[in-house]
């Protein structure tokens, strides 16, 4: 079974800076998907950026990037020049070949500081 | 991205009562539907994987005969929860995933959720 783990259950950032929430997984498979999430205090879930196990470079989504190391199986989720708007919650998940089911970290809530 | 629907978004029912909840995605077809419950400050907990024209299938330990879903059309799944409860209210999410050739690729979009409480 996977396992995703989020080590950091709140973050302050100031506005304008840059931020990463960490995020380690554990599989055996050598097929996977990772992908974060965004959860603002309105419940809805806010797809924001995907790595894929066979990927080479690093996914990048505007101020969103993703730092895979996959022998170290992280994939921590980098948010350039913070913004108020960034508050939220923010969950790194990970499928694998076999059923495209997602399974998700604890979550980290990132508070931006203005 | 895609986009997924929800409805209702807030829902107070008593208790005994039955409660639908839908879930459409709007501009593409999904083949498979999840249905995900989470409580105050804590993760997404997947109950169920909803397949268009065939059975649900249930995670470990979520009563099939309580959450009914059933997954009539490429668009539309429902969930249903009978005879609620107060331990029933929760937050209702559904994904829906977009068919691609490669399973784990494949991003699933989110609806923007359901608050039930039960009284």
């Known amino acids: 079974a996977q396992k995703i783990t989020q080590t950091q259950p709140g973050m302050f950032v100031q506005e304008k800076e840059a931020v990463t929430l960490d995020c380690t997984y554990d599989t055996s498979d050598q097929s996977y998907g990772l992908f974060w999430y965004k959860q603002p205090s309105s419940g809805e879930m806010i797809f924001l950026i995907y790595?894929?196990?066979?990927?080479?470079q690093n996914a990048t989504e505007g101020r969103y990037s993703l730092n895979f190391q996959k022998a170290r199986k992280s994939a921590n989720l980098v948010i350039s020049a913070s913004q108020l708007g960034d508050s939220a919650m923010y969950f790194c998940a990970s499928t694998i070949n076999a059923g495209n089911m997602l399974t998700f970290g604890g979550g980290t809530r990132l508070m931006v500081k203005p | 991205g895609a986009v997924v629907s929800q409805h209702p978004s807030r829902v107070i029912c008593k208790s005994g009562t039955s409660v639908k909840i839908e879930c459409r995605s709007l501009?593409?077809?999904?083949?498979?539907m999840f249905w995900y419950r989470q409580f105050p400050k804590q993760s997404l907990m997947l109950m169920a994987t909803?397949?268009?024209?065939?059975?649900?299938?249930?995670e470990q330990g979520v009563e099939k005969d309580k959450f009914l879903i059933n997954h009539a059309s490429l668009t539309l799944s429902t969930l249903t929860v009978t005879s609620a409860h107060p331990e029933d209210s929760s937050f209702y999410i559904c994904s829906a995933r977009v068919h691609g050739v490669v399973l784990f690729q494949e991003t699933q979009y989110f609806g923007p959720g359901t608050r039930l409480l039960v009284l």
């Open positions: 790595q894929g196990s066979y990927d080479e």
């Open positions: 501009d593409f077809q999904a083949t498979t």
């Open positions: 909803s397949n268009e024209g065939s059975k649900a299938t249930y």
